[in-house]
């Protein structure tokens, strides 16, 4: 059974960052591509961004234009671990952020549809205070 589990959300205000963790287990880590989701109250779950593992050590990442260049996502193998790095938040950023392994091992195809996604994580709130 997959299962993924977040942690490192909290309160941080404008224009600074947090790290995001996700450890996933329960699969064959480098099989599978990981996506993190955001959502707040009355609205749907968002794509924020998705990385995958091609083998001979490269990664492929894809990001939302709302977190584009301000995001990094990565992805450690050895440790069957995905980071969210966040950085320059602004207060829009504020939501419970999900982690999620992909029923695929690609990003490319329509990575922001959570439909896709095979196991999700309880989430972690993240607060930008302005």
């Known amino acids: 059974q997959v299962q993924v589990v977040e942690s490192g959300g909290g309160l941080v205000q404008t224009g600074g960052s947090l790290t995001l963790s996700c450890t996933a287990s329960?699969?064959?880590?480098?099989?599978?591509?990981m996506g993190w989701f955001r959502q707040t109250p009355g609205k749907e779950r968002e794509g924020v961004s998705c990385?995958?593992?091609?083998?001979?050590?490269?990664?492929?990442?894809y990001y939302a234009d709302a977190v584009k260049g301000r995001f990094t996502i990565s992805r450690d193998n050895s440790k069957n671990m995905v980071y969210l790095h966040m950085y320059r938040l602004k207060p829009e950023d504020t939501a419970m952020y999900y982690c999620?392994?992909?029923?695929?091992?690609?990003?490319?195809?329509?990575?922001?549809?959570?439909?896709?996604?095979?196991?999700w994580g309880r989430g972690t709130q993240v607060t930008v205070s302005s």
């Open positions: 999620a392994a992909r029923a695929y091992a690609s990003c490319s195809v329509s990575w922001v549809l959570s439909a896709h996604y095979i196991s």
């Open positions: 990385i995958s593992w091609n083998g001979d050590d490269e990664a492929t990442t």
């Open positions: 329960g699969l064959t880590f480098t099989e599978y591509a």
